[in-house]
């Protein structure tokens, strides 16, 4: 039974021109986990003080939810500072139920 996460990732307060170098793995990463339906949503803050991003990712466990995106190229170029899982559970929205 898959549960569903939410992952916060704080990014380096420096790194935003190594992330847009390395953007497109990182898009392609992301759209793996969409096609093995494991990412359900994602998307950048546009805080830039605070640079990060959050990810709501289906999975087993908190565990899998992070060895999963900590093949994030993103992670495994030392960009993201910290990642954050916690699990979420949608209850009211219009999209809540096709997060379910």
């Known amino acids: ?6 992952v916060h990732y704080t990014y380096g307060i420096d790194s935003a021109d ?3 170098e390395h953007r497109d793995a990182h898009v392609q990463f992301l759209l793996g986990l969409q096609e093995q339906e494991a990412l359900l949503l ?17 999975a087993e ?5 992070r060895s999963t995106v900590e093949q994030d190229p993103y992670h ?9 899982v916690r699990e ?3 209850r ?4 809540s139920e096709a997060l379910q």
Do not use: E, F
């Open 76 to 84: 495994q170029r030392g960009l993201i500072d910290d990642i954050a």
């Open 1 to 6: 039974m898959t549960t569903t996460y939410a």
């Open 18 to 20: 190594a992330r847009l």
């Open 88 to 90: 979420w559970v949608s």
């Open 92 to 95: 009211l929205g219009s999209r």
């Open 42 to 58: 994602c998307g950048a803050y546009s805080d830039d003080q605070h640079p990060g991003a959050l990810l709501v990712v289906a």
């Open 61 to 65: 466990s908190a565990d899998q939810a």
